[in-house]
């Protein structure tokens, strides 16, 4: 009797370690119904834990989601690495699983969230008191290429289930200032996911896009005393040389002053607009290119005239108007919540005021004239 009482209790701690320590699964095929299937993250008792096999990161300056936190995941296949690219997003290996969860801050009055919150990850895991989950999205790399999948999470904040075909969420958002703004976030469905995802207007394939040594090159959040590209290299995530990590660009911080007013306006466009608004881009026919490496001059918006915008111009003659913001077409597009003129023309519903502050700011003080 002992024995089998011995085994059982064996059995409910083998059980209940599996619970707590969920396993990255890839899936070469097939659309699973249920997040926890890929194993990166589980929600229990009230805490939202990251799989010991998947790595958490952020971005120095990243794409602005409704106000939305992140938490960014990403597990590769067992002694597998990415390969380092200094200008486009790293060569990650079939098997390669990324996450990212979308949720806010909460005071608990149901449907209304947090424009600000701080709320990340500690030692792999985030308590969810005082937080809404709202989806997870699963990109993997497969055999033929990426896919991109939503998970919608349920209100008990304990598993996402697959929505291929998107979701529309209505929410209030509770601005810093007291101002209420009720809004539809939206979850993108699978065209819409290749929307931002397919860089490359020929290719139309699906590729991550803030895997880039730019967006990365930063202070780890999760390893003190870490630079975040370090760790990758320490941790056998990312094959690059010392000198290539030594040089490896780097992005500012949006939000934080210590950075140059240029640097942080071009940091904001490029994590806002780049992937679509470069020469391969799906909006290469724009003739606008907001890449960090791009000089400022026609190419980059400046005194340039719209090409194929529209009615997305607002009336205005050109995309930067140096000394003038209220001129720019850059700052109506950004600023307005109308979807026929809004960029980004998806992942928004709200405008950015402190971004929007930013690039007329930046404007502002841009020297020259567009004659």
Same mark, same amino acid.
């Given at each position: 009797?002992?024995?089998?009482?011995?085994?059982?209790?064996?059995?409910?701690?083998?059980?209940?370690?599996?619970?707590?320590?969920?396993?990255?699964?890839?899936?070469?095929?097939?659309?699973?119904?249920?997040?926890?299937?890929?194993?990166?993250?589980?929600?229990?008792?009230?805490?939202?834990?990251?799989?010991?096999?998947?790595?958490?990161?952020?971005?120095?300056?990243?794409?602005?989601?409704?106000?939305?936190?992140?938490?960014?995941?990403?597990?590769?296949?067992?002694?597998? +690495?990415?390969?380092?690219?200094?200008?486009?997003?790293?060569?990650?290996?079939?098997?390669?699983?990324?996450?990212?969860?979308?949720?806010?801050?909460?005071?608990?009055?149901?449907?209304?969230?947090?424009?600000?919150?701080?709320?990340?990850?500690?030692?792999?895991?985030?308590?969810?008191?005082?937080?809404?989950?709202?989806?997870?999205?699963?990109?993997?790399?497969?055999?033929?290429?990426?896919?991109?999948?939503?998970?919608?999470?349920?209100?008990?904040?304990?598993?996402?289930?697959?929505?291929?075909?998107?979701?529309?969420?209505?929410?209030?958002?509770?601005?810093?200032?007291?101002?209420?703004?009720?809004?539809?976030?939206?979850?993108?469905?699978?065209?819409?996911?290749?929307?931002?995802?397919?860089?490359?207007?020929?290719?139309?394939?699906?590729?991550?896009?803030?895997?880039?040594?730019?967006?990365?090159?930063?202070?780890?959040?999760?390893?003190?005393?870490?630079?975040?590209?370090?760790?990758?290299?320490?941790?056998?995530?990312?094959?690059?040389?010392?000198?290539?990590? +030594?040089?490896?660009?780097?992005?500012?911080?949006?939000?934080?002053? +210590?950075?140059?007013?240029?640097?942080?306006?071009?940091?904001?466009?490029?994590?806002?607009?780049?992937?679509?608004?470069?020469?391969?881009?799906?909006?290469?026919?724009?003739?606008?290119?907001?890449?960090?490496?791009?000089?400022?001059?026609?190419?980059?918006?400046?005194?340039?005239?719209?090409?194929?915008?529209?009615?997305?111009?607002?009336?205005?003659?050109?995309?930067?108007?140096?000394?003038?913001?209220?001129?720019?077409?850059?700052?109506?597009?950004?600023?307005?919540?109308?979807?026929?003129?809004?960029?980004?023309?998806?992942?928004?519903?709200?405008?950015?005021?402190?971004?929007?502050?930013?690039?007329?700011?930046?404007?502002?003080?841009?020297?020259?004239?567009?004659?």
């Amino acid at each position: 009797m002992m024995r089998v009482c011995a085994a059982l209790v064996a059995c409910f701690v083998i059980a209940a370690c599996s619970e707590k320590s969920p396993t990255p699964t890839f899936h070469a095929e097939g659309y699973p119904e249920q997040l926890s299937a890929w194993g990166v993250l589980s929600a229990r008792n009230g805490v939202l834990h990251v799989s010991k096999g998947a790595t958490p990161y952020d971005l120095a300056t990243p794409l602005f989601s409704d106000y939305a936190l992140k938490l960014r995941a990403v597990s590769l296949p067992d002694g597998a +690495a990415a390969s380092y690219d200094a200008e486009d997003v790293f060569d990650l290996p079939v098997g390669t699983i990324i996450s990212k969860t979308f949720y806010y801050e909460t005071d608990g009055e149901p449907g209304v969230v947090r424009a600000q919150g701080t709320r990340v990850v500690k030692d792999g895991a985030m308590p969810l008191r005082g937080v809404r989950l709202i989806e997870t999205r699963i990109l993997a790399h497969r055999e033929a290429g990426w896919i991109a999948l939503a998970y919608v999470w349920n209100e008990a904040q304990t598993e996402a289930r697959l929505k291929r075909t998107g979701e529309v969420i209505p929410l209030t958002l509770a601005r810093a200032d007291g101002r209420r703004e009720a809004f539809n976030y939206l979850v993108p469905n699978a065209n819409q996911c290749a929307g931002c995802h397919a860089t490359n207007n020929t290719t139309r394939a699906i590729h991550p896009i803030g895997l880039k040594a730019r967006h990365l090159n930063k202070p780890s959040t999760f390893n003190a005393g870490f630079n975040q590209l370090d760790w990758w290299k320490a941790s056998g995530l990312l094959e690059v040389s010392e000198g290539e990590a +030594a040089a490896a660009p780097k992005n500012a911080v949006w939000g934080d002053a +210590a950075f140059s007013l240029d640097a942080r306006a071009r940091a904001y466009l490029d994590a806002n607009c780049s992937h679509c608004h470069s020469n391969v881009g799906p909006a290469d026919t724009s003739g606008l290119d907001l890449r960090p490496s791009t000089p400022l001059g026609p190419s980059y918006g400046y005194c340039k005239s719209p090409i194929a915008a529209g009615n997305g111009s607002g009336g205005l003659p050109f995309d930067f108007v140096p000394g003038h913001p209220e001129q720019s077409i850059a700052v109506f597009r950004l600023e307005t919540t109308d979807p026929a003129a809004m960029m980004p023309e998806l992942g928004r519903a709200v405008t950015h005021e402190e971004g929007v502050a930013l690039i007329r700011e930046w404007i502002a003080k841009m020297d020259g004239s567009c004659g």
